[in-house]
């Protein structure tokens, strides 16, 4: 890309790699919000999704080191309150615990992270260090994924309450409570990053961030798959047959 | 573990993560040494494996920024100078070029990493990113992998020079030059390791860190077998149908 973008322009190419690549697209969120899922493949999600969960404010307050400017970080650190919460069993990760909980899974175990699929955890770790070491705008526009979440958590919500007894409106918890925090931390964002992306340079190193984004949510779905569909699940990772892990 | 092995059992402890986890028990090195595998799925094996190659001397390179001892560095440069040769044409990312060149690769497209499969990079940036913050013994038995290498890379020449007439010993030349070095290169490192991890929780992160690699080993054959074998390509990887990044 050479040309400087409008916008309008860079909203819509930024929209357009969630309408490609974003991972509402992929096989398994379709099986799991369609209920196709086996217990064991749901287990296996709220698991592996637990180590991304956690890992995120740690990303948050790697941007936040980034930034500059006070009212930047009071910003950006509502999203650390938001996972985090104000006391012990508040906050989104809390309530990721209650699914994992509700799913049958011992919350030591699930917060050990034992039994974690290796591909889950090196893309997890590679979006926070992306958030490290490249410039802040491309850590801000790498949480643009978040414009495409309302959605996916809605046909998850609605999908996964329909066609699954073991989970509930109380141990769905966090997808209740998660799309208006998503919305006004993506509208934040876009407007950031639509501001301050000026150059055709900038410009595609936010919509690389996000593409980069894409491919983070995307292999921890492709190792699910083929480690929990297909069954060819690697050493080390959690075995639903030996009940490890399980209340 | 709270008990410190002797150097006897320490070695055994370390060959045993390589009998149980090494990707010589991988289904892909089976299926591609033992001329299961399609043209394309050679193919995507060294396109991807490229990007491993290429950042073995990053690797090392972030290996030598940790050791203090000249005499170490200059154990560990030769690990380097393997890779990357004396002049240009010459080491094992050149030859591996010539693999990915006989496969019917355009070397830029390959060089440019283009159509890499995010869980390969993911993969080998989590190994270079291990041997930037871990303790340089962590580094050190990191490497350890080498140790089983010798007979993988028999078994992967042998198979492949035997079932498919795509490549030769001239396009396969990286493997006729690779065991002497990973000999070579493991005796050091395993040396070094069982002289240097004295404590119990040293000899436990030294086994942590071995299995660690044999993760991200392992987690780029998965990663192929979905994609290729199994045809589940995510999105932005190499198509073989598009004839993209071939001559």
Redesign the interface.
């Known amino acids: 890309m050479s040309e400087i973008l409008s916008p309008e322009q860079l909203e819509a190419a930024l929209r357009d790699i969630g309408a490609?690549?974003y991972h509402n697209l992929h096989?398994f969120h379709r099986r799991l919000h369609g209920g196709q899922c086996a217990r064991d493949e749901v287990r296996a999600w709220a698991l592996n999704r637990y180590c991304y969960q956690a890992a995120i404010p740690i990303k948050d307050a790697t941007v936040m080191t980034r930034m500059p400017d006070a009212g930047l970080r009071r910003e950006w650190r509502r999203r650390i309150v938001d996972h985090d919460g104000n006391a012990p069993g508040e906050g989104g990760i809390a309530r990721w615990l209650r699914l994992t909980e509700g799913l049958g899974f011992d919350t030591a175990y699930v917060e050990s992270m034992r039994g974690i699929l290796?591909?889950t955890?090196?893309?997890v770790?590679?979006y926070v260090?992306f958030c490290a070491d490249r410039s802040l705008l491309e850590a801000i526009a790498s949480s643009l994924t978040e414009l495409f979440s309302p959605q996916i958590i809605g046909e998850r919500l609605s999908g996964m309450l329909a066609h699954y007894d073991f989970v509930s409106p109380e141990t769905m918890a966090y997808f209740t409570m998660r799309p208006p925090q998503a919305a006004q931390d993506s509208a934040f964002a876009l407007a950031y990053v639509l501001e301050h992306a000026r150059t055709a340079e900038q410009q595609q190193a936010c919509l690389d961030a996000l593409?980069f984004k894409?491919?983070?949510l995307?292999?921890q779905l492709?190792?699910l798959?083929?480690?929990y569909v297909?069954g060819?699940i690697?050493?080390?990772a959690w075995r639903p047959q030996t009940g490890e892990g399980l209340r």
Chains 1, 2 share one sequence.
Do not use: E, Q, S, Y
């Open positions: 490609r690549r096989p290796p591909a955890r090196f893309a770790d590679a260090r593409t894409t491919n983070v995307w292999v492709d190792a798959w083929h480690a297909d060819h690697p050493p080390g």
